[in-house]
């Protein structure tokens, strides 16, 4: 069980009257003497706060994770009402704040974790006569007769480890026709004295329930593990992409308190954040870049802006597809975005689209639909068909899952296809209206992935009313990511100093 950093404010402490969780660390403070400037994962207020403590607490607390007890006034105007609203607090009756403190408080552990087993980590049943065709980590391709009863089809080869008491996520990617019937079995284990493990149970899951997110949670108090594989019925195709499991939080949010989850119809992947900071703008948008565990990325970078703050990511592939996709897929993401831009009041001048390397894509790709204010990247990658070209020669075995992004979108990898990738973007780029968007950029001039995209951009945009400025740094790609990174978060605060907080 993880530890949760909980600070109580009020008259009254909690732990002489309630049942706590084990996995509490309790702060109780009844008048507010010099904390730690640190953390809090959760934060509960039985009294109004004062102006110095609501100034600690937009510093130290979380979204989401503000609970207030029923007895606190709530008054228009005071400082405990504006920390409530930017904090997306919650108000609890007296039962409710039994069940937080008792049952909910290690649904607030402080880091996250979310992962994924690929096609590699893939068997196919020995028993299976079909036919099969592997397609790098765009899945495994099965096409047969299952037989009338369902039985194991394929399997992952690795063991999932689950702690006592928690609770697990899984999520399976696949598609199929409609003649093939599945069902996801998980087994739980554990080793004991000998070599040979024990099962505790076996769970099996169907079709039906697959269609959402499926939960598992270790009643021990031992570390458990779990094995899967996927069981098939009828004839036909069955394509298994992969299978995610992920820290649950029961319904409090995605990898962190508040996270949302937005899924396709052929069962792809959207995950997003929105913090509303001080409510005033710009609202920063930041695509994560590739990342093979899964989660958010940039969130204490993006929360020390002290603006609203829109994080967006995705676990297709590897690590990320380059939030390339169907329509469908493309259109949500651009919904997430204009759905804060409407909560928040804004304009799309009000808005900042940025991110690092691969999440310089989606800031640029999606920047054509928003027009933001500035779109500012850290080591820009436009040009992905020359991105997957370059693995041939330039850069051999350093970024292969280029290749698997050049065949999902264009289904090959001959010329034709690093054309029709390159076109994708720019023909996209050069139909949108760039006046008043500003572009900051900063480049590695040397970049083994894309060496021409700062270039490009200035040449697509010239003749236009449109300022671009950039900086280079000497050396490839993954050169100096501290250096592209020091620069881009010096130009984020320059950028909201002078054209959002100096108005």
């Known amino acids: 069980m993880k530890t949760v950093r909980v600070l109580q404010l009020g008259t009254e402490d909690f732990r002489e009257s309630l049942q706590i969780s084990d996995c509490a660390e309790w702060y109780f403070e009844p008048d507010f003497p010099e904390l730690p400037e640190r953390d809090f994962d959760v ?29 606190v006034p709530i008054k228009k105007g005071d400082d405990t009402r504006r920390l409530f609203i930017r ?20 649904d607030y552990f402080p880091d996250s974790y979310g992962e994924k087993y690929h096609p590699k980590d893939l068997s196919v049943a020995q028993g299976f006569k079909g036919k099969v065709r592997w397609r790098g980590y765009e899945g495994v391709d099965l096409t047969g007769d299952y037989g009338n009863e369902l039985k194991q089809i394929v399997f992952w080869l690795i063991y ?37 493990p024990e099962f505790e149970k076996v769970m099996t899951f169907s079709e039906n329930e697959l269609k959402d997110v499926i939960s598992v949670t270790n009643q021990n108090k031992r ?36 996270g949302g989850r937005a899924v396709t119809s052929d069962r792809e992947e959207v995950f997003y954040y929105f913090d509303p900071g001080n409510l005033r703008p710009p609202l920063n948008v930041y695509f994560s870049g590739y990342k093979t565990q899964e989660g958010f990325e940039g969130y204490y970078m993006m929360r020390g802006m002290g603006h609203p703050f829109l994080l967006i990511t995705e676990a297709r592939l590897e690590g990320g597809g380059f939030y390339l996709g169907s329509e469908e897929y493309e259109n949500t993401i651009e919904r997430i975005i204009r759905k804060y831009m409407k909560k928040l009041g804004f304009q799309n001048s009000e808005v900042i689209l940025s991110g690092l390397s691969m999440g310089t894509f989606g800031a640029l790709y999606y920047g054509c639909r928003i027009r933001p204010h500035t779109i500012l990247l850290g080591k820009p990658l436009a040009s992905l068909g020359d991105v997957a070209e370059n693995e041939r020669i330039n850069r051999p075995g350093g970024f292969p899952i280029s290749l698997d992004v050049l065949h999902k979108v264009c289904g090959s990898l001959d010329q034709d296809a690093v054309r029709r990738m390159n076109e994708r973007f720019w023909n996209a780029f050069d139909y949108t209206d760039w006046s008043g968007t500003g572009f900051a950029v900063a480049y590695m001039i040397e970049d083994d992935y894309d060496r021409t995209a700062y270039g490009q951009l200035q040449s697509h945009l010239r003749g236009g ?16 990511t501290s250096g ?17 907080d100096g108005i």
């Open 43 to 71: 934060v509960i207020l039985d009294r109004e706060v004062t102006r110095e403590e609501f100034n600690y607490l937009i510093r130290f607390s979380k979204a989401y994770c503000l609970f207030i007890t029923e007895r």
């Open 87 to 106: 904090k997306r607090g919650r108000l609890l009756s007296a039962k409710e704040l039994e069940k937080l403190l008792k049952e909910e408080l290690e």
């Open 160 to 196: 999932i480890p689950i702690e006592g008491k928690q609770s697990i996520e899984f999520w399976l990617e696949y598609d199929k026709d409609e003649t093939v019937e599945i069902a996801l079995e998980l087994s739980m284990f554990h080793f004991g004295y000998g070599t040979d």
């Open 223 to 258: 570390v458990e593990y779990i094995f899967a594989s996927l069981k098939a019925r009828g004839m036909g195709r069955l394509t298994v992409t992969a299978l995610h499991d992920r820290h649950s939080r029961r319904g409090k949010g995605n990898f962190i308190p508040g």
């Open 465 to 480: 009313d449109v300022k671009i400025y950039g900086k280079g740094l000497h050396g490839r790609h993954n050169d100096n």
């Open 484 to 500: 592209i990174v020091s620069w881009f978060t010096d130009q984020y605060r320059e950028i909201i100093r002078n054209d959002f």
